[in-house]
């Protein structure tokens, strides 16, 4: 009889555990919209989809900066290097939707200068920002990129569900502790010529998308996925260009380039 009841307490246990479990993952705000986009976590980003995110030049000429209100502040401090070339560092994490829109535009212009394999497509995940669950994004963790002209360091600290991933070591840690003292995310230090701390548009414009309609999306200029993706791509694109010394001409020469860049005065 004792085991009996031990048996059957153990099952309710579980039942609650189980709802308790739905409830926080699955009965938040959009919930409906995110439950769909789970079976994509880690899965590797197709051939097609890096190539729809090459986004026209005609386009950002044409979108600028977009809807992006406060660019990347500019710093003075000795260059940040790996090896000849300037380096960027990266520090978010897979669970965070700031993080997840602000790595649209981030892949987006690093690929108008090198090449990326191994990225996986990621969702930022509901308990961190319940109003804010389900944003369509890629992870950074494993990935490779390759580029001529510059370096790209990216540190995922954590996963989708909060667990450790990967820690900021050594001279990471000191420029992310000097230039985000309170250690927000994401942050993004242009080789020590520029600084963006936070996103730089609201993750709200992805909810309800999936990765399809977000790349549909930026091939117009007339939505606010584009003028917030796309944008974001030019904003960044025209900080590249100051640590390359405005090269490749291909990328830097152009009209939104220089439109950004005049901007700072």
Not at 5 to 21: C, D, G, P, R
Not at 48 to 57: A, C, F, P, R
Not at 136 to 149: E, K, V
Not at 164 to 169: F, R
């Amino acid at each position: 009889m004792q085991k009996r009841t031990y048996i059957y307490m153990a099952t309710i246990v579980a039942l609650v555990l189980a709802v308790l479990i739905y409830l926080n993952v699955f009965a938040s705000p959009n919930a409906g919209e995110y439950a769909p986009l789970l079976p994509y976590i880690n899965k590797p980003v197709s051939q097609q989809t890096l190539s729809e995110l090459n986004v026209s030049t005609a386009i950002s000429n044409r979108l600028g900066a977009g809807a992006v209100s406060g660019l990347p502040e500019i710093i003075n401090a000795s260059p940040l290097v790996n090896g000849t070339k300037p380096e960027i560092l990266y520090v978010g994490a897979e669970y965070c939707p700031f993080c997840a829109v602000t790595r649209w535009g981030l892949i987006i212009a690093l690929m108008r200068f090198g090449s990326f394999s191994n990225l996986h497509y990621m969702v930022s995940n509901t308990t961190n920002e319940p109003s804010l669950p389900g944003v369509p994004t890629f992870t950074f963790y494993n990935s490779t990129y390759s580029s001529d002209y510059l370096s790209f360091v990216a540190v995922e600290t954590e996963t989708n569900t909060e667990k450790p991933l990967q820690q900021i070591k050594g001279g990471q840690s000191a420029i992310f502790s000097k230039y985000d003292p309170t250690g927000g995310i994401p942050f993004i230090d242009f080789g020590n010529s520029s600084i963006q701390d936070g996103a730089p548009v609201s993750p709200e414009v992805l909810l309800g998308q999936g990765w399809n309609a977000t790349l549909e999306n930026l091939t117009h200029t007339n939505t606010s996925i584009s003028e917030s993706i796309v944008g974001s791509a030019d904003v960044f694109t025209a900080q590249i260009c100051r640590m390359t010394n405005m090269t490749p001409a291909s990328v830097c020469s152009q009209p939104y380039v220089n439109a950004i860049l005049k901007s700072y005065g």
